[in-house]
């Protein structure tokens, strides 16, 4: 009996001079540029030479999608296809190293005609405005900038800068303000930065979000000075304690019965505290808590074998100079104590009373539950962040000047402010990653088939639901080429 073939034959693969470039970022950075009034802004930045606007506009779009370096976004952009659809003759790499520096120098410039162009369409709907700020590790030439401080981006030896962000908060989530300080200014400090830069555009009565790092007397003096509110966690101290130790779910509001959260309300004449008993956050804290006795436990019983085997003691615990000559005797408590007596002890001292409560500070009297959804709500910046250094790739900060600095930065501002548009105008976007929504225009390709005599034939290809809801959303025809 016989069989019928039916396996695929081996392709012929014939070379051919067709060329696929993904386009679907380009397409998207140019129409939110042109939505938002940033090409002309930007084009009023260099009256002669290359439209710095179109250079901003791929550099974008290269950011949004392969993302590794200057270098190689000069490359991308010298593709016949992007220069010719943009109209740019050839050109050095230089031009847009210089062209960066240019951004940065009028960054102030450029975030606030996207930032006003945004108030004008959706002023009437931001109520809050949250702020952050991270650190991002620098490598290179050191400029001015770069400064060792407390990290927040896991490199604490390293040379830092800081970034501010404002951002309208939910359900907008669109950063409207970005600052850039050296990398040992505290949060405090780079509030004052932050909030100057955007107060004057804002609607008064606005509230202010920000976390306690940031909160000092001056500047919730100064936003209530403005006409706005302010919303902030508290800073505990020693009266805060006692009365975390006289809390009773009798006396304090019951707030979320699901979660055991509780509230305590304490009126002052210029604000209001909210103390908050959170079950949940209970847990947490006493999960950390054990943890933390336990390591201890452990480096004391590492510690207690080394002397009981006359071992030199390990390098942690000498002193690291040889000009000082120290005899350091060290012993331990556990020789006294069985296993159990010795982590009850350490567990104890390691608690100190505060957790699963904390506090929130505020001009504003509200209801209890509607302050905790105001603060809880400020994570909407702490992702944007996380995108910004994973997704849209800001760090490390490689750029050999201050302004450099600034306009890498800059451009990874308005990457993630294009994300965030994004989300807003195209349902299919809202709450996607910003990866999938890169990715999704970064499949979309442009394919150059040469006809011989007849010509160049381009063709789009790789079209899917939500690309095409995103270029829906913006105007885009996608014949465009």
Known sequence: MSRKHTATGTWRIKPNDNKSIAIGNVLLSEAFFRKYGLDREISKLKAKGIDLAKLAELMVAYKLGDNFS??????????????????????????????VERLGQNRERIVAAFRQKVLKEYGPQISDVIFDWTSLVYFGYKPELAMRGHSKDG?????????????????????????????????????????????????????????????????????????????????????????????????????????????????????????????????????????KADKLYREAVSLQNDIDKGKKLKKRYQIGNDLIEARIYLQTKLTHMTEQEARDYILERTVDGREGFFCLTSNLDLNPYAI????????????????????????????????????????GFL???????????????????????????????LTVRRKGMEGTEFILSNFNSLNQAILGAFGVIPEVF
Not at 71 to 93: D, K, Q, T
Not at 418 to 442: E, N, V, W, Y
Request: with cysteine.
């Open 70 to 99: 200057i270098f190689r976004a000069h490359e991308f952009i010298m593709e016949p296809v992007i220069s010719g659809r943009f109209g740019l003759e050839e050109f050095n790499v230089k031009t847009l190293y210089r062209a």
């Open 155 to 291: 490199h604490p030896e390293e040379c830092q800068m800081t970034v501010g962000i404002a951002q309208a908060a939910k359900p907008l989530c669109i950063p409207i303000g970005l600052t850039v300080m050296p990398g040992n200014m505290h949060d405090s400090k780079h509030m004052v930065h932050s909030y100057e830069q955007v107060k004057g555009d804002l609607r008064k009565d606005t509230t202010m979000i920000f976390d306690a790092g940031a909160n000092c007397k001056d500047v919730l003096d100064q936003i209530v000075l403005d006409g706005n509110n302010f919303l902030t966690r508290k800073k505990l101290n020693k009266s805060d304690d006692k009365l975390f130790g006289s809390f009773s779910k009798d006396a304090w509001e019951c707030v979320d019965e699901e979660k055991g959260e509780y509230c305590l309300k304490k009126r002052f004449p210029s604000r209001v505290n909210y103390y908050f008993f959170s079950e949940e956050l209970y847990d947490l804290n006493m999960a950390a808590r054990r943890k």
């Open 372 to 411: 905790r959804k105001m603060y809880r709500d400020k994570d909407c910046v702490e992702k944007l962040f996380s995108s910004m250094k994973s997704d849209i790739g800001i760090r490390p900060i490689r750029a050999w000047t201050d302004d450099g600095v600034y306009g890498v930065l800059l451009i």
């Open 415 to 445: 990457a993630q402010a294009l994300i965030a548009m994004t989300r807003l105008l195209a349902k299919p976007a809202d709450g996607k990653a910003t990866k999938f929504i890169s990715d999704a225009m970064q499949k979309l390709t």
